[in-house]
């Protein structure tokens, strides 16, 4: 199965910008989650993103963070006002069917903020 | 979602079989036993999954007794590139609930020539 890409794959930011994060489905799935993995910690969920809303969030996932998918195509992960601790791997996935057992996750966006 | 508990290492050799198991002693009637693999600065990887018995594809096995407590991964001659970080995931992620991978610290694999 083909996975999603994932744009940019390294990102630098300064603390206090904003960033976008793209990931683009190869296949037309329905089932969208983002993930992150600080250096050397856990894969921490983040979000799912069913039907064009989201249809779970995780306690990380703040006021500071939005998704969207604002063509269609493209599944977008905002942070609004970056901070030191946002520097992770970001990954995106999808899933085909609505267990969600198996997700197919991408090869992660690289957030660094300085 | 059930804990599961795994190794935090496991070294082995070239050629040799492995068998990663993870421990489960929650588990529910509804949860299923899924196993991903990471690379490091990758995503991780859907390996397989079961919910009981023995479940086989090209890339792994898994082994699941029937009171379902435990679960082993089997690596069949394991190679170098089968280093990595081997996850055990145990959950219902069900018709209306969460859908979300809980992914714990997992075992970290390490094969050497």
């Known amino acids: 199965e083909p996975e999603v890409t994932q744009t940019p794959s390294h990102q630098v930011t300064q603390m206090g910008q904003e960033v976008i994060l793209r990931c683009v489905p190869i296949?037309?799935?329905?089932?969208f989650y983002w993930y992150r993995q600080i250096l050397g910690q856990k894969v921490e969920f983040l979000v799912s993103f069913y039907n064009n809303e989201i249809s779970e969030k995780s306690e990380i996932f703040d006021d500071q963070f939005s998704v969207e998918r604002p063509d269609g195509s493209n599944f977008t992960l905002k942070i609004r006002s970056t901070k030191l601790e946002d520097s992770a791997m970001y990954f995106c996935?999808?899933?085909?069917?609505?267990?969600?057992?198996?997700?197919?996750f991408g090869p992660g966006t690289r957030l660094t903020v300085t | 979602l059930a804990k599961t508990t795994q190794p935090i290492s496991m070294d082995s050799y070239e050629g040799q079989e492995v068998n990663i198991t993870c421990s489960h002693n929650?588990?529910?009637?509804?949860?299923?036993i899924t196993w991903y693999q990471q690379f490091p600065s990758q995503g991780p990887r859907f390996i397989i999954q079961g919910y009981k018995t023995k479940v086989t594809n090209e890339v792994a096995s898994l082994f699941i007794p029937a009171d379902r407590k435990s679960s082993t991964l089997s690596l069949p001659r394991v190679s170098l590139s089968d280093t990595a970080v081997y996850y055990c995931l145990v959950g219902d992620l069900g018709e209306t609930g969460r859908r979300a991978l809980t992914f714990g610290s997992g075992t970290r694999l390490q094969v050497q020539p």
């Open positions: 996935a999808r899933a085909q069917d609505r267990a969600g057992y198996e997700q197919y």
């Open positions: 296949s037309n799935h329905l089932y």
């Open positions: 929650n588990i529910a009637t509804n949860d299923y």
